[in-house]
């Protein structure tokens, strides 16, 4: 889970979600949009966030041994409905606009869903990052 979510973060502000590429006479005009960007990117803004803090949380807890305060739900269900909210905000974002997709419109589904996979391994062991 800490590997994906350390490689979505990169994945959702740099990679191109959308590419439109234009031939002019002189040069080829392109835009790109990533993640975070319009249209809809609210839905990448949140997505970022709660990712920072999933892995803020495990490398505060594992890497670093500070002693976080119990929550009302155990930790590893905090992460695997945290990561299952970013899979379905991402999923969400890429069904709402589905022409023009780049490399990002696959790769941070796919992150993602390596993150829900790694929560759902941490929730059946019922044990925390934490």
Known sequence: MLGCGAA??????????YEVALA??????????TA?????GGHGVIALLVTVLLVGQIVAARLLGLRLPQPPLAWWTIQYVGAAVVLGLLLLKLTDQMHFLGIGA??????????VYGGFLIHREGRSLA
């Open 8 to 17: 979505l973060i990169p994945c959702l502000v740099k990679l191109p979600w």
């Open 24 to 33: 002019g006479p002189s040069d080829q005009l392109g835009l790109t949009v």
């Open 106 to 115: 696959y790769a941070c589904p796919a992150l993602a869903a390596g993150m």
């Open 36 to 40: 975070i960007q319009a249209p809809d």
